[in-house]
């Protein structure tokens, strides 16, 4: 696959297209990722990676690229398309400045999960039917796919590309996932649980934004948390509130915009499960306002700039463990 | 012995954000009408009640507040043609998360009160004060830095 899409991207440089790429490339290690702009098809062959571990969404960066002069092209995996789609929803995005690239993606692997998993020194990836083969310093290790892969992945909700110029490989379907397994097994707990349950996990949060500034939906020009004056600027939680105040501050501004691409949770250093407070919005516009997903198509209006004059619910509607 | 103290000592903080064209004049009304709700009951007027932002909610509670109660204009009568149909599905859906986030459901509420319904306000605020006190104190989104009793 990496060598197909290298020579695709190539051949939209030599073919005047584009006049820049947007991939992946590998730092030090060969599962380092960094999203890369690629200007030059010399550097495209020395440095352009496509791999397991390339779980980075593009999306965002096309934001400030899009705004150069000259077309970019950009490789989307399926989710990434809904985060396309949902930036040109809001105008975010100058759309005759990109050229889209739909890749497939078949689940994606972190480094951490496998440095947890005790393997450690990791030469090389690769698939061998349901395992994960790993060609470490110390030996192969094996470890399940399913086991390996992100939990985004895991759940995954589509492997339909929404939107593209053109598709490398084939057309993938809506899938059904369980995603909201999770946030069930939370809602199930009883309010002191799950406070406890969320104390231990935001405790953690170290603010350094990361789930922010990788999100495609936070794409304010200025942040609400950069304003010295908002008081939760740039503050290491110290207690309660400040744990639970940015994290549910955070999630509302994305609420009805996420398309569940996982990337805030991918990101967090501390692994918080970010997911789970995005997934409860969604779950709850679903249940409320009707199936909506983020970034389907073009031009969908957000449940939450949307209203009926007589068929919304009640704010009393939500009772002690969530909406009845 | 400072906690048994502090509890027999201790009165809800109410926070109300009125919206200015519908509760916050029944509030008035009550008020002309000589009809008794409880002190405790601080209210902060907003223009709309589609104006409170979620962290005006947060910001209450991070100060000491012990239940927040949002009033607007019945559906159908907002000054503005449509901004309490956005504070329903936002407070339904900020409501819900502070649910799933472990934070007492009853401590936040979102009443419908018109210019007209003087006696309303005072029912709903005898009501939402009796609920806040049985509850007492509200510590899980308490900012104790912020504590000035």
Avoid at chain 1, 158 to 187: A, C, Q, W
Wanted: proline share 3%; hydrophobic share 35%.
């Amino acid at each position: 696959m990496q060598d197909e899409l290298k020579k695709r991207a190539c051949e939209l440089l030599a073919d005047g297209t584009v006049n820049r790429v947007l991939g992946w490339s590998a730092g030090d290690f060969f599962y380092d990722i960094t999203p890369t702009v690629f200007e030059s098809a010399e550097d495209i062959n020395k440095n352009f990676v496509y791999n397991d571990f390339c779980g980075a969404n593009l999306s965002k960066y096309l934001i400030a690229e899009s705004q150069k002069e000259g077309k970019i092209a950009v490789f989307l995996k399926p989710c990434d398309t809904y985060s396309f789609n949902q930036l040109m929803t809001e105008h975010r995005l100058k759309r005759e400045n990109i050229y889209a690239v739909g890749i497939p993606c078949d689940g994606k692997v972190s480094a951490e999960t496998l440095h947890d998993a005790g393997i450690h020194g990791i030469l090389a990836v690769k698939k061998d039917g349901d395992d994960l083969v790993c060609d470490t310093v110390y030996g192969e290790k094996r470890m399940a796919f399913d086991v390996a892969q992100d939990e985004r992945c895991r759940s995954c909700k589509s492997r339909k590309h929404v939107v593209y110029d053109e598709l490398i490989g084939e057309e993938g379907e809506v899938l059904d996932s369980h995603r909201f397994d999770e946030v069930e097994k939370l809602e199930a707990m009883t309010p002191e649980e799950r406070f406890n349950f969320w104390q231990g996990e935001l405790s953690r949060c170290i603010r350094c934004n990361a789930c922010r500034n990788v999100c495609p939906a936070c794409n304010c020009e200025l942040c609400v948390f950069d304003n010295p004056k908002s008081g939760v600027f740039s503050k290491a939680a110290s207690n309660d509130f400040e744990d639970a105040n940015f994290h549910i501050i955070r999630a509302f501004h994305v609420a009805g915009r996420c398309t569940d691409c996982g990337e805030c949770s991918r990101v967090c250093p501390e692994h918080i499960p970010l997911h789970l407070l995005n997934r409860k919005f969604i779950k709850d516009i679903d249940t409320l306002y009707g199936d909506y997903q983020a970034g389907e198509k073009e031009g969908q209006m957000s449940p939450l700039s949307a209203f009926t004059e007589d068929r919304d619910a009640e704010p009393s509607i939500v009772q002690k463990g969530g909406i009845r | 012995m400072q906690m048994t103290n502090d509890n027999e000592t201790w009165e809800p903080k109410i926070i109300a954000f009125c919206c200015n064209w519908c509760s916050y004049s029944g509030a008035d009304l009550a008020g002309t009408n000589r009809l008794n709700y409880p002190a405790n009951v601080k209210i902060i007027r907003v223009p709309c009640s589609c104006r409170i932002n979620p962290m005006f909610i947060l910001r209450a509670f991070q100060r000491g507040a012990d239940g927040v109660i949002i009033c607007g204009c019945h559906p159908g009568d907002c000054h503005y043609m449509t901004g309490n149909y956005h504070t329903r599905r936002r407070m339904t859906l900020l409501f819900s998360m502070l649910d799933y986030l472990g934070i007492e459901k009853e401590r936040t509420r979102v009443e419908w009160v018109s210019a007209a319904e003087g006696q309303r306000f005072v029912d709903v605020m005898n009501d939402f004060v009796g609920q806040i006190t049985k509850l007492g104190r509200c510590r899980r989104l308490e900012d104790l830095r912020c504590r000035t009793n």
